[in-house]
């Protein structure tokens, strides 16, 4: 039988994972990657296997100028991507030039009990212009509760940093199994979503 331990340089004889060391794991469910697409929609893979999803965006470009990334859900046998939403959401910024810089609270990109698409970012289109992220979602198969939302992204916007915090709920204890991302006006032209499931133990 071989012994299993583990010093601070090096692994030896591991022949089985010891126990108490399978939670917390990244598994990678499926990646969608956007060309001039008007949405990214996950319609599958987000169900009961897992307590925590999270989404995590790469190089999210709009063919539009100045436009908010933002996401939706359904609930289970539902569609229209239209669930309650009540939200919180504020940002930072710093220019390179280091002009203007501010920290503030983002009325009208949060919701209350709005069933609109809940903004991210706001993105420009600059060749060079991008923003990058993630999303999570937690226990979207709970019929008990409702579901609760964290999301962080940053982006390049026209030489500024910006970063944009986002959390809330969706009203419903139906279960939630599909997500959508898009912009508020014009195709996202090119950006990688991912989408991962998190196991708590």
Known sequence: MALLFANNNSLSAITATPSGLSGGALNLISTQTASSSSTI????????????????????????NDVAFQFQVNSSGQTGFNETITSTTFDAYHAESGGAAALRYLTGADQAQGTSYQNLINCTNGNDESAAGYLYLFNPSSTTFVKHFIAR?????????????????INTTSAIDEASFKMASGNIDSGTIKLYGIKDS
């Open 153 to 169: 992204v940053c982006s390049t916007q026209q030489s500024y940093a910006n970063e944009q915090y986002t959390a809330g709920y």
């Open 41 to 64: 929609s996950f319609t599958s893979g987000i169900d009961s296997t897992y307590d925590e999803y999270v989404f995590k965006f790469y190089d999210i470009h709009p063919a539009s």
